[in-house]
């Protein structure tokens, strides 16, 4: 698992505010796996550099994740629990898909990855209200398996929903690993 993947960062520029990532911006996430689910708040932390641009470093509970904007693009290089190598798209603003290719760090081993991105408009249901959202849809391939990352971002607040599943030879359909759903944010 790439931990509550937390792709929550922010943005700087690049035309978009659909992650916005000033310093000290704050989301609280209800965050669920398995039968578990807790509340985590994240933070803007520091800037950073993310695919020669200037990002943002997330930490909470899980850890810390990095993205940053660069020519409409939200590029992303750390999650808790992995390092993209080079960074990874997680949005871009105009919608066009995208793919990606490079090496995937996570849980001690460094692999060959490569990974598609869709997008799409949707309405979706968050905290009892009706909002507009652009999907982003990330599927990472490794050699023994798929991890999917669908993030909902909404303008002006950045992450308010984010699925991640795993699929591998035994589990084609995918199981749920991890979801977070915005409970607070900017």
């Not at 796996?33 to 200037?54: F, K, P, Q």
């Not at 949005?91 to 990606?100: E, F, H, I, V």
Request: hydrophobic share 35%.
């Amino acid at each position: 698992m790439l931990g509550a993947v937390l792709v929550l960062a922010g943005c700087r520029g690049g035309g978009t505010d659909l992650m916005p990532l000033e310093a000290h911006n704050r989301w609280t996430y209800e965050v669920s796996a398995g039968l578990t689910s807790r509340i985590d708040a994240i933070e803007v932390t520091r800037h950073v550099a993310i695919a020669g641009a200037e990002g943002a470093e997330l930490s909470g509970p899980s850890g810390v994740t990095r993205m940053g904007w660069r020519n409409g693009v939200l590029w992303m290089n750390v999650t808790p629990s992995g390092r993209f190598d080079p960074p990874v798209p997680l949005l871009r603003a105009d919608m066009k898909p995208d793919s990606w290719h490079g090496r995937l760090d996570s849980m001690g081993k460094s692999q060959p990855a490569s990974a598609t991105l869709e997008h799409r408009k949707l309405t979706i249901n968050s905290n009892g209200k009706q909002i507009q959202t652009v999907s982003s849809i990330l599927a990472i391939k490794l050699r023994d398996r798929e991890i999917e990352i669908q993030t909902w971002f909404s303008p002006g607040v950045g992450i308010v929903r984010q699925e991640q599943r795993t699929r591998t030879n035994s589990t084609p359909s995918g199981e749920r690993d991890v979801a977070m759903q915005l409970k607070t944010g900017p």
